[in-house]
């Protein structure tokens, strides 16, 4: 790859520092090189569509694997990576710091870190061990030397998207202990996205895009710094293949007229090298 780590780095806090981008999901490797030829100027990981494509649930990878995961998406791209790391594959301060200095060392440029339980279905840590979390990923990034950005994110609006209060009181100590980017997915009103944007300024915020909704550009009026969209990427992709194989099952074969063709497929990976 033509780019260092740290210039990817550097590139990804700028990204940060003004305008709105678009923060696209790959699930694997092949899909993060179609998202770099195709122009995108960061990606980020998604738990779930990696797990999905191991034939696994959400949450069902272990910490080893995903970060061998992130080390190979790092390793195959020239792009800023931003690993979702689910809640730091660990339930107590000391493991979440342990996580992070072995997810930089993947060469990640971001990470996330949630305040989901990862044992407990549900269960979101109450705001002093949430923010106990966060100050312990983010001494750990300091303690690296190394210019990684820290995203906290609160899962409250997941399960109820009227609890606004809560999401922004954690968001906002988040902000307080040192997070460089606030993020809740879930959020949905035009109204909340602005008064989560207000509470938190001046530290960006991301916002997780699973359907249509706004535009980049309406995001953007809003004061939104960064756009994900989670497994959604990975959802459109098994939902093609089982529209295509539902109609194989039935004994049709005119599913697969709407695929890209190999051709084009192969210039696109045929700009990457063959080793890597």
């Not at 694997?65 to 992130?70: G, T």
Request: net charge negative; charged share 25%; glycine share 10%.
């Amino acid at each position: 790859m033509s780019r260092s780590i740290a210039e990817r780095r550097a590139e990804f806090r700028r990204l940060h520092e003004t305008g709105c981008f678009a923060l696209p999901n790959p699930w694997d490797l092949g899909s993060a090189r179609m998202l770099q030829q195709m122009g995108f100027k960061a990606v980020a990981s998604t738990s779930s569509g990696y797990a999905w494509s191991t034939g696994r649930t959400d949450h069902g990878i272990p910490r080893a694997e995903m970060l061998a995961h992130l080390r190979s998406l790092c390793a195959a791209i020239d792009l800023p990576v931003n690993a979702d790391f689910e809640s730091g594959f660990a339930a107590d301060a000391a493991g979440v710091a342990e996580s992070v200095t072995l997810a930089i060392d993947t060469g990640v440029a971001g990470l996330s870190i949630e305040d989901h339980d990862r044992e407990t279905k549900g269960r979101l840590y109450d705001l002093p061990t949430a923010v106990e979390r966060v100050l312990a990923a983010r001494a750990a990034i300091d303690r690296s030397g190394h210019d990684v950005i820290l995203v906290a994110r609160t899962e409250g609006l997941l399960a109820d998207p009227g609890a606004l209060k809560p999401a922004i009181d954690k968001l906002v100590a988040f902000a307080e202990a040192g997070a460089d980017c606030l993020y809740a997915p879930g959020v949905k009103d035009k109204g909340d996205i602005a008064t989560i944007v207000r509470a938190v300024a001046p530290k960006p915020v991301n916002v997780l895009a699973l359907r249509p909704w706004l535009t980049l550009a309406e995001f953007a009026d809003l004061g939104v710094r960064r756009i994900s969209v989670g497994g959604a990427l990975a959802r459109v992709a098994w939902r093609a293949i089982i529209d295509a194989a539902e109609r194989i099952k039935a004994g049709s074969f005119d599913g697969l007229d709407g695929g890209i063709a190999g051709t084009e497929i192969n210039e696109v990976f045929r700009a990457f090298p063959p080793s890597s």
